[in-house]
């Protein structure tokens, strides 16, 4: 196991294309760090540089305590696994997770026991005589893990491995990367485009975007899941992370004594105080012009919450979505939509662009399944108010929070 140290990685092409700047990160020991973003975000890119893939252009690259910025990639002490299986089809599973071993002249009773005891880890023991094309795609990356996993390697670097499996397979291959990742304990550098695969297996996430003339760094916040989600630093981290998507409103604030409450539309919901405490100078921005961030998780049916005239949203029920638990409940808001660069980025990332949207900002409320919905009423919802965010609209950043660049170190 090793520490993995990136300082102010930078990545320029021969012709002049920035892909990576700026990139400051430790990944400690043991740790497992995802990295995700949308396609063109420079999360491969960095991958590749800490496997010695692609030359660094500036900076250092630190793996343990040796830097290893000309290093090749077969002396650094890692293993990866890639989303193409790569599997040599005329052997054997066995055969498969063997060959690194045999190259590097291993004694065959060491590599005996390293597939075994990687066969038994990943549950595959009985595959060992078979070949890839008697294996389903899960066993098959089962297999390709299983071949990084005996090299006992200083790291692992994950390359979307999962993005070629069906939707209930990826699932249950998540759970298995935990616990391989719990009994293991090698530090592990994960891609993925897939925010909630990003959630779910990181013990902390980076979220990366493409660089800009105005922005030349990829790195936008790194930390635990659940601080992603709950203390956004700016629109794009705040709009990537969260399925569904936070609701984005051109909002403003009004004081009325010692109360602050937030405005759009028709609308009009008390803030809790705690919100004005976690935006620090908030209440000095009053009757301006802001974004205002509330989460579809953030609500709930009056009828289950309970009435709360301040915090109380009514909208119509125009689309719902029944997943057992709990229910989205989509309503269009008669106010323009929330145009900046981060959303602009997103919306590409969807494949969308700010004409799709109209003149005409969509609402998703998270319900329970209790509450039933019809298709064309009026629901009653009461917002958290102790939840909503606030973003500056030029700069992205939510009001109070700490500057791009502190929150990505």
Request: glycine share 8%.
């Amino acid at each position: 196991m090793a520490e993995i140290r990136m300082d102010d990685l930078t990545k320029i092409y021969d012709d002049g294309t920035l892909a990576v700047g700026e990139f400051t990160l430790t990944i400690e020991d043991g740790e497992f760090l995802v990295l995700v973003g949308p396609s063109g975000c420079g999360k491969s890119t960095v991958l590749r540089m800490i496997a010695g893939l692609e030359d660094i252009t500036r900076g250092e690259m630190h793996i343990g305590d040796n830097l290893v910025n000309d290093v090749t990639p077969k002396d650094r002490d890692i293993a990866m696994v890639f989303q193409n299986y790569a599997l040599y089809p005329h052997m054997t599973v066995r055969d498969n997770m063997a060959f690194g071993l045999k190259l590097r002249k291993t004694p065959k009773d060491e590599i005996r026991r390293r597939v075994a005891e990687a066969a038994g880890i990943l549950e595959i023991t009985d595959l060992l005589d078979r070949k890839p094309k008697a294996l389903s795609g899960g066993q098959r990356q089962r297999v390709a893990m299983g071949r990084a996993i005996v090299r006992e390697p200083a790291a692992f670097l994950m390359d979307e491995p999962l993005s070629n499996l069906d939707a209930k397979l990826r699932v249950q291959m998540r759970a298995e990367l935990e616990r391989i990742h719990n009994r293991l304990e090698t530090t592990t550098v994960y891609v993925t485009h897939d925010q909630v695969e990003a959630m779910t297996l990181g013990d902390r996430v980076a979220v990366l975007r493409a660089v800009s003339p105005a922005r030349p760094y990829n790195l936008q916040q790194v930390g635990p899941p659940h601080e992603l989600f709950n203390d956004p630093q700016n629109l794009f981290v705040a709009g990537f992370i969260g399925s569904p998507a936070m609701n984005m409103i051109y909002a403003r604030l009004e004081a009325e004594g010692e109360d602050v409450w937030v405005v759009f539309g028709d609308y009009r919901l008390k803030v809790d105080p705690r919100t004005l405490e976690r935006h620090p100078g908030l209440e000095n921005r009053t009757n301006e012009e802001l974004v205002m961030g509330v989460r579809p998780t953030s609500m709930e049916a009056s009828v289950i919450a309970g009435p709360d005239p301040d915090r109380t949203m009514r909208i119509t029920a125009e689309v719902d979505e029944n997943l057992g638990a709990e229910v989205f409940v989509h309503h269009t808001l008669n106010l323009r939509p929330v145009i900046t660069p981060d959303v602009e980025e997103l919306l590409a990332d969807a494949g969308q662009t700010p004409e799709s949207l109209g003149d005409t900002t969509e609402f998703v409320a998270r319900i329970s399944s209790d509450v039933d919905v019809t298709k064309g009423e009026q629901l009653d919802v009461v917002i958290d108010t102790r939840k909503l965010f606030f973003f500056d609209p030029k700069s992205g950043s939510r009001i109070g929070a700490r500057s791009a660049t502190a929150a990505a170190g």
